[in-house]
Every structure is written in C-alpha cells, then in structure tokens.
C-alpha cells in the first residue's frame, strides 16, 4: 500500500518570504500523480498543485512550485512571496494512475504565516 | 451552487444513535467520494462511487458504516450505532470521473460529527 509522509507537523514564515513544505512518499507504481491540497480554518480542501510522476518538468501555478523527484520519491511545495491568506494545512496526497481514484493523504502541515 | 454542498454543518449525537450524512456533488459529475478526517488517523478514504459501477468499499471502518448514491447525485454516508471514536470531520468530493491527473476531486465543507 502507498504511505505518504510529511514529517513538519508545523511550519512559519514571514510575510513575503519564502517557504518549502516538505513530503515524501512509498509506491512500488511507476506511474502516478502528486497533490498539494490546502485546508484553511473553513475546513474546504483547495487543490493547490498537482503532478504527474512521468513528467519531468517541475508543475508551478503562480507562487506555488514543485520539487519533484522521482527516484527519491519526493514531492516538496515551495510558496514563494508568502501571504497572510496562505495559512493553512497543507496536505500532499497520492493518487494510483491505475485502478482506485482514492487519495493517499499525508498527516499534513500547519503553515502560519506571520506579518 | 457551483461548488459540492454537505450537511448538517455540524452534528452532535450521543453514543449508539444512527446518523446520517448528506453530500451533494457537483451537478454533471460521476465520480463521488468520501474521507474521513479525524486528529489520530489524518484523512482516510472511505467510499468511491463511479456512475453506475459497485462502489469501491474498501475503506469503511466497519459494517456500521454504509453509503449509498442515489440517482447518481446525491450520497447519503450512514454510520449505525455511532461510537465516540467516530467522532470526525467528514468530507464529501466530487470530480468529473475522466481519466488522467485532470481529474481533480473538489472537496466540500464537511460535517463535523461529535459523538457524546
């Protein structure tokens, strides 16, 4: 079974600063796809980034990049020009490219942001 | 509304009673799912459904859990004898069923569950 491990229960940064949230994962699968969810205090998940595992290139969406690497099954989300209204949880989430469309969630991690 | 709906907000109920769980998906999509989020375990799956296919099951706790689709719309989870350790926020997410990573699920606010 696919284990996703995000191992920074919390994190904080200055405003405008920049941060990287950390996640790693187990699969014996070659071909899969990586989510950054985020979960502000109204509890809505909002998908934030994805990834699928056979492109190489690294996804970003505006101040929200990517490290992806495969071989050491790796997945950081790096925000750039941190903002008061990205606190949140942050959860990385793994999803089969065969078979289930269930997501593999992360325990997750608390980012505050402070001005 | 545009987005996927759940309710009750919040449910409290005491220990042994039945309760029920409403999600309504966003209109046109096919694929619809359940998780659980609690503080021990973090955010588990629970149910899948996919149009008219049998449901992938696999992740209920227990036989007090079942769900089911109506229509193909709206989902009602169902948890029979609650117990306090299935005291949880209990998300709902939709997605258009496609194939590919395009297929996101759009998650919905949750119901907070107490059980007392």
């Known amino acids: 079974a696919q284990t996703v491990t995000q191992s920074q229960p919390e994190m904080s940064v200055q405003e405008a600063e920049t941060v990287t949230l950390s996640c790693t994962y187990d699969?014996?699968?070659?071909?899969?796809?990586l989510f950054w969810y985020k979960q502000p205090p109204s509890r809505q998940m909002i998908l934030v980034i994805r990834?699928?595992?056979?492109?190489?290139q690294n996804a970003t969406e505006n101040r929200f990049s990517v490290n992806f690497q495969k071989a050491a099954k790796s997945f950081s989300l790096k925000i750039s020009d941190s903002q008061l209204g990205d606190a949140a949880m942050y959860f990385c989430a793994y999803r089969s490219a065969i078979g289930s469309e269930k997501l593999v969630f992360g325990k997750g991690t608390k980012l505050t942001v402070n001005p | 509304g545009a987005g996927v709906s759940q309710s009750p907000s919040n449910k409290v109920t005491e220990k042994g009673k039945d309760v029920e769980l409403r999600c309504d998906p966003i209109?046109?999509?096919?694929?619809l799912y359940w998780y659980r989020q609690s503080l021990g375990q973090g955010l588990e799956f629970l149910i899948y459904f996919q149009g008219n296919s049998a449901p992938d099951k696999s992740g209920l706790p227990s036989d007090r859990f079942s769900a089911e689709r109506t229509g193909g719309s709206v989902s009602t989870l169902t948890i029979q004898r609650t117990q306090q350790e299935d005291s949880a926020v209990y998300l709902c997410?939709?997605?258009?069923?496609?194939?590919?990573?395009?297929?996101?699920?759009?998650f919905g606010p949750g119901t907070r569950l107490t059980v007392l």
């Open positions: 209109s046109g999509h096919t694929a």
């Open positions: 997410a939709s997605s258009s069923g496609g194939t590919g990573w395009t297929d996101t699920q759009y």
């Open positions: 990834q699928e595992a056979y492109k190489q």
């Open positions: 699969t014996s699968e070659s071909d899969y796809y």
